[in-house]
Every structure is written in structure tokens, then in C-alpha cells.
């Protein structure tokens, strides 16, 4: 379907009538939600691809909504949007690059691999310095040894048969830091025959390096904001560590046995020069995470900020295609776009502002991999508050009445319970991931503000009444395919009640008297939330 350019301008100035704030118990809309999906699945908007005009028009689309519901532009600017700086990089194919150790040069690709890097532009970068090997890398294995200006050579993993007194008594395990902190020019890592054979397939890491890469980047010009301070990271594998280590207290084969037993490996010097030779090829774009912000009404809990979010990307054209060109993504996700924005004109129907501000942000290239998200986890918008919860609507299958929903994460924090009550509200079930083997909680946008801390959950319709052979079949014939249209046998009527789950989920965090917080014990809130305040599990 073709909406005419007349239609599409039109829809950004038009104003629906249920909008208006009518007070006491928000209705939610089927027509609205179709509406919303109608027009972000459009082909006019050419797969909204992170980057591009259809994404733009994406982003507009949604900040006029935002505007019309009454909402504060979130952006640090005071604009609505918060742009991503995107770049997409890979290695010249003319020149992939080289390593010299000692007098052998060895091509990219072949014993070595580096990997190619935005901060230099499409420039060649050549790195030449002496080489430290440093066992596995760990804080400790640095004393007495030299490594400023010089290549720090490290052993991937840990040591064999370490407990975890011993590591934690080791000092920092992040290598690359480590090595920065420490002045090192790069660090290089170590592949050994043992690893080859598991972790660490040659020819499955060749062809990742090889592929295009896209990040965001920080005001450094860090991809992912992480600048540990080495001007390169690379690999090298059996054959050409028996070059590296030519002349050394040990050779390679020599260190390879000594990594495969029990305890650490103690550092040394190298003999031979290192130099490092790539080029890569780097196209920079921004791309807007649109956020619209409800202040709170309690001035002791409005600095409190709940996330509810949803990717507005998709992933665009692909003109190799016959036919059908498109990725429409009406399902993934213009549907979870359309139920935030349901649930944020029910908030405003309602009458009744939130005690704690909320967030409703539009996410730019999850499809790329969570790259937005993780950019507004690290920039969060919050001022002098800070982000207490994030609830991330990915993809509802809105195809049947579903009866239960959902919440991937809800086990680790004090947000299942919340989220088992709004539900119950409405005669709706919460279930346990049914899906436990895809470990589905790492792999949307909520993750990103897992990592710094934030208790938060991925919503989805549930499995029963039909839903997981809706699920299940939608997977297998139209997940990130271009039949992924607003065509397909959308229950409307569902959307508008996902809407209300989510508007409920939304006003229980936003109204708590307790911000929600991680369970004692679990993995996540002791990983990243290591210091902050837990809750006890309650009893089965």
C-alpha cells in the first residue's frame, strides 16, 4: 500500500479528536493503533532503516504525535529528538591490511586479523612498537612489566583452574583497559591450538571481521562509547605467534602448553617489532531516538524516570529482491510504536499525571544492534534524575486475542510482581518465558539499560489462546521478511488491549511508593547494579 505525499504530509499536521483529555478512565483504539501501523508500515516509508529518508519520516511522524498529545520535548536540546551518531565501517578491500612481526609479514585475513576502525576515517593507520606478552591480561599479570608505547600480547580467557577468590584477588579482568590505562599502543591476542578448536573457530572469526560493521560513536569518536585507550585490538594465531615469539624466554609452542595447564603464565618481554598496517572504508550518519517526556507530578519522585520504549526501525530496502523490495515491518515494529503511543494519549486522557516522569521514546537502529538504546543508556536524558525502569515493547504478535502476556526479565526484579498485577487488572495472565533456550531477555532493546543498571522487562503477547502457534508461524513466514505488511490479519482490537496492559504496567512503576529494584542475588542486578539497593524474592 502507497499512501499519496498529499495524505502523508497531511497526517503530520492532523490532530485526531481522541486526543482530547476527557478525564477519569482512558479508552483505548483499536482505529488508533491501526492508524499508527497503517502509516509506519507504509511503503512510503521504505523500511524505515536507521539513517534514511523513511526513517526520517518515521521520526517526524512520531514527534508530531508526541506534540499533539501535549508532551515535552525529551531531547537535552529541547528538541524531540536525540541524535545517534551512526557509523558504518569495514575494511578497503584494496587495502585490508598487515601485521609485520619481526621480518614476516603476514596479510589480514590469513594468521591475523584486524578488524576495521571509525576513529581514523577511511586514512590508513600504521602502528609500530615493540611487544610485551602479558599472560592472560588481568590487572595483576602487569607488575614489572613496561608496556607504554608497546604492544601488550595477552592470552584470551582466563587461566585454567582459577578460583574466584583468585580472580577477584587478580584486580580487573578487561583487558583492553588494563593494557590503555597502562599506556600500551594496542593490544594483541593470543589464539592458541586449544582455542582454535572451541572458542575461537578461525574461519567463523575471519568472516566477521571481513563483514561491514555498524556503531554508534562517542564524542571521541569511540565506536559503542568504549575507549580504553589502545589505538588498535587484533588477533593472531598459532603460526604467526611462532614469529612473534621468535628469540623470547619461551617460544610459542613453549606458551601454548604452559596456557593449557593449571595457573597464570608469567609475563615477558618479546624481541620482535610489531607494525600494523589497515584501512578502512567509514560512512557516518546520525539517526534520532524520538522521546517525548510526561513529568511527574510529585516533586520528591518526578526526578525518577520510567522508560517505556519501542524500536522505530526496520530494515529498510533490499533492491536485490524480485518484486517486493521492502521490509515494511508492521509487525516488527510499528505495532510496538503504535501501542506506546496508545498508551501515552491514555496518560493524557486520563487527566491524572504520573507521580514520576515517564520517557516514551521512539528507539533508533535496533536492528543494527541495539545501537540506540545503548546510546541513550549512556546519554540518558533524565537531567539530574536518573532512569529507575525501562518497559520495551519489541514486536507484539497482534494477530489473535491473546490471554496472558509475557514479561522476558520479570524473574530478576520487583517489576514482575507490578507487572502480574496491571495484567491481572484485566482478567490477563503472566507467564514464563516460554522460550527459555533463546534467551530472548538479552536480545532487545532493554537490555541496553539492564547494563547500566535498570531494572526493566520486554513485553510480549502471550502463548495461550492460540498464541504460540501465531508466534511460532509468524516467525517462521514473516519475521524480517518483506510479507511482514499491514496486510497481514491484524487483531485491532488486541492492539488496543496491549496498549492498556502496557498504559497499566506504565502507571503502576510511574505511581509506586519504591522505585523497582533487583532481587538479592540474581545475576544481573549484582553484575551492574552491584551497589544499589536490592529487594528480598518473595516466596514461591
Do not use: C
Not at 293 to 315: I, N, Q
Amino acid at each position: 500500500m502507497r499512501i499519496p505525499l498529499i495524505i502523508l504530509a497531511l497526517s503530520f499536521a492532523l490532530v485526531p479528536s481522541a486526543l482530547a483529555q476527557t478525564g477519569g478512565e482512558p479508552v483505548f483504539s483499536a482505529d488508533e493503533v491501526r492508524a499508527h501501523v497503517t502509516f509506519l508500515a507504509d511503503d512510503a516509508l521504505e523500511g524505515r532503516n536507521a539513517g534514511t529518508r523513511g526513517y526520517d519520516l518515521a521520526a517526524r511522524y512520531v514527534a508530531t504525535r508526541f506534540a499533539a498529545l501535549g508532551l515535552r520535548p525529551g531531547a537535552p536540546d529541547g528538541s524531540w529528538y536525540q541524535q545517534v551518531p551512526l557509523a558504518e565501517y569495514s575494511l578497503n578491500d584494496a587495502k585490508p591490511g598487515s601485521m609485520i612481526l619481526g621480518g614476516k609479514t603476514f596479510a589480514n585475513g590469513e594468521e591475523v586479523l584486524i578488524s576495521a576502525s571509525p576513529r581514523y576515517g577511511s586514512e590508513t593507520q600504521i602502528l609500530s612498537g615493540e611487544a610485551v606478552f602479558v599472560g592472560h591480561g588481568l590487572e595483576s599479570d602487569y607488575e614489572g612489566l613496561d608496556v607504554r608505547g608497546k604492544f601488550a600480547v595477552t592470552l584470551i580467557g582466563m587461566p585454567k583452574g582459577m578460583t574466584p577468590e583468585q580472580l577477584k584477588a587478580a584486580g580487573s579482568t578487561d583487558k583492553p583497559t588494563n593494557a590503555g590505562k597502562r599506556g600500551a599502543l594496542g593490544i594483541l591476542y593470543l589464539i592458541t591450538p586449544e582455542n582454535l578448536k572451541g572458542a575461537f573457530p578461525w574461519a567463523t572469526a575471519v568472516s566477521y571481521f571481513n563483514r561491514e560493521q555498524t556503531n554508534w560513536l562517542s564524542p571521541s569518536g569511540a565506536p559503542g562509547g568504549e575507549d580504553p585507550g589502545v589505538k588498535i585490538g587484533a588477533y593472531i594465531n598459532p603460526a604467526a605467534a611462532t614469529a612473534l615469539f621468535e628469540g623470547a624466554s619461551m617460544t610459542g609452542e613453549q606458551l601454548f602448553a604452559a596456557a593449557a595447564q593449571p595457573g597464570a603464565v608469567k609475563g615477558f618481554a618479546l624481541k620482535q617489532r610489531v607494525t600494523t598496517s589497515r584501512t578502512s572504508k567509514v560512512k557516518i550518519v546520525n539517526s534520532p531516538n524520538v522521546i517525548g517526556l510526561l513529568p511527574g507530578s510529585d516533586p520528591r519522585l518526578a526526578p525518577e524516570h520510567v522508560v517505556l520504549s519501542a524500536h522505530l526501525d526496520h530494515e529498510g530496502l533490499d533492491p536485490k529482491l524480485a518484486g517486493d523490495q521492502i521490509y515494511n515491518g508492521a509487525m516488527d515494529n510499528a505495532a510496538g510504536i503504535a501501542t506506546m503511543l496508545e498508551a501515552a494519549r491514555a496518560f493524557k486522557q486520563s487527566g491524572k499525571p504520573p507521580k514520576r516522569s515517564i520517557l516514551f521514546v521512539a528507539l533508533t537502529a535496533e536492528e543494527d544492534g541495539l545501537l540506540g538504546s545503548d546510546y541513550l543508556a549512556h546519554y540518558p536524558v533524565a537531567g539530574a534524575g536518573r532512569v529507575v525502569a525501562d518497559v520495551n515493547l519489541d514486536m507484539p504478535i497482534l494477530l489473535y486475542d491473546f490471554q496472558d502476556v509475557v514479561a522476558f526479565g520479570a524473574e530478576h526484579s520487583t517489576l514482575g510482581p507490578i507487572v502480574e498485577a496491571a495484567a491481572a487488572k484485566m482478567g490477563v495472565t503472566l507467564s514464563p518465558d516460554p522460550m527459555p533456550e533463546e534467551n530472548l531477555f538479552v536480545r532487545s532493546d532493554h537490555y541496553s539499560f539492564v547494563k547500566r543498571g535498570v531494572p526493566s522487562v520486554f513485553l510480549v503477547t502471550g502463548f495461550k489462546n492460540g498464541g504460540e502457534k501465531a508466534f511460532r508461524d509468524f516467525l517462521a513466514t514473516n519475521y524480517h521478511k518483506v510479507s511482514d505488511q499491514v496486510t497481514l490479519p491484524f487483531d485491532w482490537n488486541a492492539g488496543a488491549k496491549f496498549a492498556r496492559i502496557n498504559y497499566l504496567i506504565a502507571r503502576e512503576i510511574a505511581d509506586g511508593k519504591e522505585a523497582p529494584r533487583w532481587y538479592e542475588g540474581n545475576t544481573y542486578g549484582e553484575r551492574y547494579a552491584k551497589d544499589a539497593p536490592k529487594a528480598k524474592r518473595p516466596a514461591k
